[in-house]
C-alpha cells in the first residue's frame, strides 16, 4: 500500500510540473523531489511572476488579469503604501511593474505628492521616494503623469513625466525622473522649458528606435521633447534650441499647416512604425501621421476619426491592423498602417451615463493574441480577434470597482 501511495504522489508531482524541467529520479526520497521542486520555483525567470495584464485608475486602485477576461481589483494604501491619491500610468519592464501617479488628492496638488511604486508579482509593492530637483529644491517633487520602459542611448530604463515647476503655462521645465532598475531614480535636470500646455499638464512618454520622445500634454505639435544622447544631429527642425538641450534635444514635425495640431500622443506600431495621433487646431478634425523610414514626417494627415475624437489609446494586433480608442466612447481601425481610418461609433453601452463616456488607454498582448482597452467608470473591452465591430468585443467591470481606469500594460507586448 505503501508502495502505491508513493507511486501516486509521483504521479501527481510529476502532472502538476509537466512544463517544469525538474529532475524526477525513482530513488529519491519525496524530500528530495519537494527540494527539486522548491528550487524550480525559486529559479522561475521575473516574467513569470505577476498576471499578463495590469491597469491602474483614480483613488489607487489596480486591476489584474491572466487572461483579459477574469479580472479582480484591490487597492488603496494597505496595498500600495502611503497611496490616497490617484494612479495615472503603469509600465512593465526589468522584472518590475511600475505604476505613477500622487500620494494623495488629484493632479494638482503639487509640492511632495510624487508617487512611485513598483513590484515583481502585482501583489507586493513598494514605495519608492521621489528624488527631488536640485534647481527647483523649493519645490521638492511634483505629481508623475506617465511612465514607460525602453532603450534610449543604447541604455534599458524607465523613464516618467510629471508636471511643471512653473504655476502657470509659460515656459517651464517639466519634472522627469529616470531609473535603469526600477529602485534608483535620478531626476533630469537639463530640459528644456516648454512654453505650452498648463501647469499641470504634462507630457506622455514613448521610446522609438533608441530615442525617448514625450509629446506634451495640452500643447501644440512642437512642444516635444527628443532624448538621444547617442546623436547631436538631427534632419528636423530643432525646438527649441540646441542651446537649451536635454544633452541632445533636436526635434519638431515639419511647420506646415496640417501638424498644426494639439493633445497629441505617439505610438509605436509591431512593425516599428511611428505614429503621430492629434486634433487639428483649425477644425477640430482627429489627425494621424506615420513617420517614414527616413525619419521624416509626410506633409499630409490621415483623416476618418471625425471632430472631437482625439484618439487616447492605441493597440496594434498580430494581423497588422492598428486599433485607436478615444473621446466620445469611439474607436477606430486602419488595415493598411495608418493611410486611411474606419471609425465605429462605440463600444459597449458607452454614452449612456455621464460618468462612461471615454476609452482612455490600451494594451495588446502578443503571448494571447488579445487586445485590452480600458476607461471611464472602471469600465474595460476585450477581443481575442482582429475586431471590427463593436459586437467582437466582450465588455466587463468589476464589482465595486467603479473609477477611471488610466492606464494599462501587458507583459507580452
Not at 528624488?131 to 508623475?144: A, R, V
Not at 515647476?165 to 531626476?187: C, E, H, P, R
Request: charged share 15%; hydrophobic share 35%; net charge negative.
Amino acid at each position: 500500500m505503501k508502495r502505491i501511495v508513493l507511486l501516486i504522489s509521483i504521479f501527481q508531482i510529476l502532472y502538476c510540473n509537466q512544463a517544469k524541467e525538474v529532475n524526477i529520479d525513482a530513488s529519491q526520497s519525496l524530500v528530495g523531489l519537494s527540494l527539486d521542486l522548491s528550487l524550480s520555483e525559486a529559479l522561475q525567470p521575473d516574467s513569470e511572476l505577476g498576471p499578463e495584464f495590469l491597469a491602474v485608475g483614480l483613488g489607487c486602485i489596480i486591476w489584474t488579469s491572466n487572461d483579459g477576461v477574469t479580472w479582480a481589483a484591490t487597492g488603496g494604501s494597505s496595498v500600495l503604501p502611503d497611496c490616497t491619491g490617484n494612479l495615472y500610468s503603469v509600465t512593465y519592464g526589468n522584472g518590475l511593474y511600475v505604476a505613477v501617479g500622487t500620494l494623495s488628492a488629484g493632479f494638482d496638488s503639487r509640492t511632495n505628492n510624487c508617487g512611485l511604486w513598483t513590484s515583481p508579482d502585482a501583489e507586493t509593492w513598494t514605495r519608492i521616494p521621489c528624488p527631488n530637483s536640485s534647481i527647483y529644491s523649493s519645490q521638492g517633487n511634483l505629481p508623475l503623469r506617465s511612465i514607460s520602459y525602453g532603450r534610449v542611448g543604447g541604455v534599458k530604463k524607465f523613464v516618467a513625466a510629471g508636471s511643471k515647476f512653473g504655476s502657470d503655462s509659460s515656459a517651464d521645465q517639466l519634472y522627469m525622473i529616470q531609473s535603469t532598475n526600477g529602485k534608483t531614480w535620478t531626476v533630469m535636470q537639463d530640459i528644456p522649458y516648454t512654453d505650452h500646455g498648463t501647469a499641470n499638464g504634462s507630457c506622455f512618454v514613448i521610446f522609438h528606435n533608441d530615442t525617448l520622445y514625450c509629446p506634451q500634454e495640452g500643447g501644440s505639435y512642437n512642444a516635444t521633447l527628443e532624448y538621444n544622447p547617442s546623436t547631436s544631429t538631427s534632419s528636423m527642425s530643432a525646438f527649441p534650441s540646441s542651446a537649451d538641450s536635454l544633452e541632445n534635444l533636436t526635434y519638431a514635425p515639419p511647420n506646415t499647416s496640417v501638424y498644426d495640431m494639439y493633445s497629441f500622443q505617439f505610438f509605436v506600431s509591431r512593425a516599428n512604425s511611428l505614429f503621430v495621433f492629434g486634433t487639428r487646431e483649425t477644425d477640430n478634425i482627429a489627425v494621424s501621421s506615420r513617420m517614414s523610414t527616413s525619419g521624416v514626417w509626410p506633409a499630409s494627415v490621415a483623416v476618418g476619426f471625425g471632430a472631437n475624437n482625439r484618439p487616447n489609446g492605441f493597440a496594434n494586433d498580430e494581423s497588422g491592423n492598428i486599433y485607436t480608442f478615444g473621446n466620445s466612447c469611439k474607436w477606430a481601425y486602419s488595415s493598411n498602417q495608418g493611410s486611411s481610418w474606419t471609425t465605429i461609433n462605440t463600444l459597449d453601452a458607452c454614452g449612456t451615463s455621464s460618468s462612461y463616456e471615454d476609452w482612455i488607454f490600451a494594451t495588446y498582448s502578443s503571448k494571447l493574441n488579445r487586445i485590452v482597452a480600458v476607461g471611464d467608470a472602471g469600465s474595460i473591452g476585450t477581443t481575442g480577434v482582429s475586431p471590427t465591430l463593436s459586437s467582437d468585443w466582450t465588455y466587463l467591470k468589476v464589482p465595486g470597482a467603479n473609477t477611471e481606469i488610466t492606464s494599462i500594460v501587458s507583459k507580452n507586448k
